[in-house]
C-alpha cells in the first residue's frame, strides 16, 4: 500500500545583506538633525543664562547708584544727581580731586578730601566709568553692560517743575536711575536680530 508523499513548495533562500547605503544616510541626518537641535537648545540656554546676568548687574548698579545718592544728601539737596547723562562723560579723565583711595602700581595712594558737590560727581564718574587702578579703570557699567547708557531724572514733586525755584525739590522728588545696554537676542529664528536692547528703571526718594 502506497502512502501518499506530501511536497513543500520551494521557496528561494533569503540572503542576510545588512544595512542598505540608504538607511545608513537616512540614519546620519536624523542623528544630524536631533544632534543641531540640542546644540541650538544649548546655545540658547546659554544666551538666556548670560542675558539674566546682565540683568542682575543692571539691578545691582542702579541699587550702587540708590545708595550713594542717600550717603550724599546734601548733593542731593541741591541737585547733584537731577540731570545725569552717561552721554557727556569722558571716561578718559578721572575726577579731580579722586575722592577715593587707589593703587596707582607701587602703592595705595590716599583720598583726597572732596566737598560734598564734588563726591556726586567722583560717584558718577566711577559708577559709569570704573574706579582707577593703576593707569586704567576697572568695573563700572561700561564694562560691565555692552553698550551701556545710563542717566538720572527728577520728578519734581511741586509741579511745574520749579516752580518753587528749585527744579528737583530736596529729597522729597523722585530720583529716577536709567541703565540701557544690548545683549544677545536668545531668539534666532530666521530674520531675528542678533542682539536687543534691555532698559531697567528704579525710582527713589534719597
Not at 540608504?22 to 540614519?27: A, F, N, R
Not at 522728588?173 to 542682539?195: C, K, M, Q, V
Request: glycine residues 6%.
Amino acid at each position: 500500500m502506497k502512502t501518499a508523499s506530501h511536497s513543500r513548495p520551494l521557496t528561494p533562500k533569503r540572503k542576510m545583506i545588512g544595512l542598505t547605503m540608504i538607511e545608513i544616510l537616512v540614519t546620519l541626518i536624523i542623528l544630524s538633525i536631533g544632534l543641531l537641535g540640542m546644540a541650538a537648545l544649548q546655545l540658547t540656554g546659554i544666551r538666556s543664562a548670560n542675558n539674566s546676568t546682565y540683568r542682575t548687574q543692571a539691578t545691582l548698579l542702579a541699587d550702587d547708584m540708590a545708595e550713594r545718592m542717600r550717603a550724599n544728601i546734601t548733593a542731593v539737596d541741591n541737585n547733584a544727581f537731577a540731570a545725569f547723562n552717561s552721554a557727556a562723560l569722558d571716561c578718559s579723565v578721572t575726577p579731580n580731586p579722586y575722592c577715593g583711595e587707589y593703587y596707582n602700581g607701587s602703592a595705595n595712594v590716599a583720598a583726597q578730601s572732596c566737598t560734598t558737590a564734588q563726591m556726586a560727581t567722583y560717584d558718577l564718574n566711577v559708577w559709569f566709568c570704573g574706579e582707577l587702578n593703576t593707569s586704567a579703570r576697572r568695573g563700572g557699567i561700561q564694562s560691565i553692560l555692552n553698550q551701556a547708557t545710563a542717566t538720572i531724572t527728577c520728578t519734581d514733586v511741586n509741579p511745574p517743575s520749579g516752580a518753587d525755584g528749585d527744579t528737583c525739590t530736596n529729597r522729597s522728588s523722585f530720583h529716577t536711575i536709567t541703565l540701557n545696554w544690548s545683549e544677545l537676542n536668545p531668539d534666532r529664528n530666521s530674520g531675528a536680530a542678533a542682539t536687543v536692547n534691555q532698559t531697567i528703571s528704579i525710582s527713589v526718594q534719597p
